[in-house]
């Protein structure tokens, strides 16, 4: 329950950020990029561990580089949120960019299930 927790509260408090961006409440989205900010870094961890286990696992040298590039994402959006009024571009584009790698992350996830669920024609 806490890995998929783990894995799943990060991409939704920047779902929250962007709301709170597209609503006018910066200091909400500031503070829900802070909480995400600990959760990727750890989750990010975790999957490098998990890489270094099974080394030749391509989607786990994947998903780890795609975390640490979010972990990126987030302190750029952080560090310039914090110093700034309103919503700065570089800030905006950073949480775009995250929500982003987000959403390949959960492709990546999702596409051998895809593949199973896959409509085939009826046997005869």
């Keep these: 329950m806490w890995d998929v927790g783990r894995r799943v509260l990060p991409a939704l408090l920047a779902v929250v950020a962007a709301s709170a961006d597209s609503a006018g409440a910066y200091s909400v989205a500031l503070y829900a990029l802070l909480a995400a900010l600990p959760l990727a870094a750890v989750s990010g961890l975790v999957s490098f561990g998990d890489y270094l286990e099974a080394r030749d696992n391509v989607l786990g040298a994947l998903q780890s580089l795609l975390w640490a590039l979010v972990v990126g994402l987030l302190v750029v959006s952080c560090a310039v949120r914090s110093q ?40 005869p």
């Design 84 to 123: 700034a009024i309103g919503v700065p571009p570089a800030a905006s584009s950073a949480l775009f960019g995250c929500l982003v790698l987000f959403t390949v992350k959960a492709a990546l996830v999702l596409a051998p299930h895809a593949r199973r669920l896959a409509l085939r024609p009826a046997k």
